[in-house]
């Protein structure tokens, strides 16, 4: 019998015997099955979902902030815009896959057109277009930069196969961002990775 | 003490800013990590900004008495005198000079400016107070058109 050396571990053997040492005893060790790190804005758990003779395909979204504001996302099943970190148990949040076989999962963010602010400090529960932050998705190209609104890629879901999809993540931490506009040209959107 | 990035105003942009032209309203609309400026220079490469400690959001907030400017304006008539500067402050006030670091200075010292009552080479005395650049030519209205290196909006 041999045993295979791994990580964090080493074996060396002597006439003395076997010796078994551990490198990195604080390595966070990962129980099997349990690889899943909860990143902010990560992107997870996609499945397609069939309910009647509709088929749709759903994400999971890991909180994050912006300018230390908790995005929403819309939950489809309660039909409403809920913070990332406050999802209800139900929630369903659906890719726009749109005919296509990848959908993009971004952040939009706008100022708020009272206070200027970048962005709201809080959302307006009936603005059907809210400049707070919100996270969508579309089976087409991400939005183009506007003065109303910047966006972001957060990540990619592809369709490998049929019920196989596979996630390329963009975004893996919270950001700070800012909006500056200089005379008639289109407002730039600069962002930081914190 | 620093300050962490990202902490409000200390962002990226907080501590960047475009070049302020007169004394135009300069400013349309300003909040947390949002400016808009109405009238100035942008950097023609670059992303359009300069380096400063005096930017609007890091610094100035909605009312910008200071920041990044240059300036022109008739001294006298007779002889006919004019003075172009980049002031530490709209007013001119302060001992120091204007609020572009060391290598923007640089870069613009020989450029042209086009102004009201004709053209100028910028020199090194442009970022000097009191007096700043010191031309001959005196028109009532002076204004700056256009700077080389930088692009008006």
Known sequence: MSIQPGTGYTFTSSSQGTNFSIQTPWFP????????????????????????ESTFVTFEICPGTFNNQMPQV????????????????DANLVLDFASTSSSIVYLRVGPDATTSAFPPSAPSPTD??????????????????????????????NQVSAGVYTVEQYVTGSLWGDRLKTGTATAVYYYARI | MGNMIGTFPYTWAGARSVIFNNFLQEIEAYGPHNVEYKHGFRTTEGNGLVRTPYSALGFNAATPTSGPNFTASGVTVTPAQSRFGSQNSYGGAGSSSGMLIDQDRAQLTGETAVLASGSITITSSAFVAPNYQLYSAYNASESITSIGKLTAF
């Open chain 1, 29 to 52: 060790w990962l129980l099997l099955g349990d690889s899943f790190e909860c990143s902010p804005y990560k992107v997870h758990d996609v499945v397609e979902v069939t309910e009647g």
């Open chain 1, 128 to 157: 059907p277009d809210d400049p707070y932050p919100r996270i969508y998705s579309t089976g087409g190209t991400l939005p183009t930069d506007s003065d109303t609104f910047g966006y972001v890629a957060i990540a990619k879901v």
């Open chain 1, 74 to 89: 819309y939950d489809s099943v309660n039909e409403v815009w809920q913070y990332l970190n406050a999802l209800a148990d």
